[in-house]
């Protein structure tokens, strides 16, 4: 495994973040950029796009015929996609799907066997440096320093970007208000709690202010409302603080809520990519009939304008109307059963089906 901390001292141009913002601005989840309320935060947008760092592409991420072999192993096989500047975007996928390795790659943690991986235009194999000084990243294990409060984690931290330590303790101030953990800065790390621990690692990533934030599974073992909070932030961060957000996960909910844009992932492979709601209209019927504890009871395969799937103890039927479902629903009096609205869960039922995952989940 390769080291997770930057160890290279990088010096990143953009000018101070202020991220002290309006929680009333939270209204509701996927609003378009808006920096307009918040002249700091708009000012800093557009420090983040500095124009003494170059043109911006407005892809971030670009990747092509992206392979990763580990000992003849094929983590990743032949993918594609591209990130655009300023949206979330997300990989969906059971464990086991490839999802960490390509975000290790897009990290330079981890070099790809053959293919091209681009980030903000530059090359993950040779440009490694200048890379690290544009993403602030976020992997799947909590690597804060236990000898270290809180604040202190940040400032040493910072000191791998070249921070000032003025600026730094500054920066770490704000960053700490930011993720509420503003009057926990002297806590030692073995108090807080795992959500508290997970946002203080998304404060760590953004204090050279990259303009992408790299997060490998940011939720994974959270309860639900800590799962929110988290949510929250990073959507704030992305509509106000106009960063592009990358994220890998395993809950539906998380890429249905988060992201604008993903691809469903499975053993090195891309099976689908869109909006959460493109992929719902394209890829299963609009409704759903979702029966649980059904048992041996057998699928009813047999009904037209009906598609069928079992996995996990429970049936699911899809249909372009909700009448059509209503009939089956008396085949199973007696069990846990509505109808609904397809979703994310039911797209990636469809595309995984029965490959169980290579190892249980971790969620
Ligand atoms: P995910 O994050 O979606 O759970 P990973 O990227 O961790 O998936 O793993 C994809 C595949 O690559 C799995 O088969 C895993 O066992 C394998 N793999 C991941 N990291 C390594 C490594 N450092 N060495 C060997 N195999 C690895």
Known sequence: ??????????????????????????????????????????????AANDPASGALHSEVVIARNLTKVYNKHKAIDDIEFSVKRGETFGLLGPNGAGKSTTMRMIACRTPPTSGQLLVEGLDVRTQGREIRGLIGVVPQDNNLDPDLNVRRNLIVYASYYRIASKEAALRAAEL???????????????????????????????????????LDEPTTGLDPQVRQEIWQKLEELRRVGGVTILLSTHYMEEAEKLCERLVVMDRG???????????????????????????DLPLDTT????????????????????????????????????????????VFLQLVGDNEPESPSAA
């Open 1 to 46: 495994m390769e080291e997770d901390v930057c160890g290279e001292g990088v010096s990143h141009p953009v000018a101070s973040l202020a991220l002290g913002v309006d929680e009333n601005m939270l209204d509701s989840l996927h609003p378009k950029t808006d920096a307009s309320k918040s002249p700091s935060l708009e000012a800093s947008r557009f």
């Open 176 to 214: 700490l208000d930011f993720i509420g953990l503003g009057n926990r800065a002297d806590a030692k790390i073995e108090h807080l709690s795992g959500g508290m621990k997970r946002r203080l690692m998304i404060a760590r990533a953004l204090l050279h202010n990259p303009r992408v934030l790299v």
């Open 269 to 295: 492979h891309i099976l689908a990519s869109g909006t959460p709601r493109d992929l719902v209209l394209s890829r299963v019927s609009r409704y759903a009939l979702e029966v649980r504890d059904v048992g």
């Open 303 to 346: 009904r037209n304008g009906i598609s069928a799937v079992a996995r996990n103890n429970a049936h699911f039927y899809f249909a372009a109307e909700a009448e059509i479902l209503t009939p089956l629903m008396k085949e199973y009096e007696g069990r846990r059963r509505m109808i609904r609205l397809s979703n994310l869960e039911d």
